[in-house]
């Protein structure tokens, strides 16, 4: 749960994938109002930094647990080339932020 939490943050819920994006909803404030927003990120957000193969197609979630389901082993998704352009990161930068810090 550390991993998804530093990922989406600690309040992330209601996930929904598809198009090789991650969409949830999590708290938002401007130090006086607390709202929700809806928030989309590129799935290798999300797959990265818990080390799943791909982008999962759903997740199940029962108290403090989490089964991400879905198929194939990363092929297909591949890195948002759009996301990754206007990051303005360097290439290990890049890299880092897609794909979390054990993947090379």
Do not use: I, N
Not at 13 to 30: C, E, I, M, N, P
Not at 38 to 64: I, N, Q, Y
Request: proline content about 5%.
């Amino acid at each position: 749960m550390a991993e998804f939490r530093a990922a989406l943050g600690p309040d992330a819920r209601g996930l929904a994938f598809g198009g090789g994006r991650v969409s949830f909803v999590r708290g938002a404030t401007d130090g006086v109002d607390r709202w929700e927003e809806r928030r989309e990120l590129p799935c290798e957000t999300l797959h990265g930094p818990l080390k799943l193969p791909s982008c999962p197609e759903r997740v199940a979630v029962s108290g403090t647990s989490m089964v991400f389901e879905g198929r194939g082993q990363g092929h297909g998704e591949g890195l948002d080339m759009e996301w990754a352009s206007r990051s303005r990161l360097s290439v290990e930068g890049t890299w880092e932020a897609a794909y979390g810090g054990g993947a090379r």
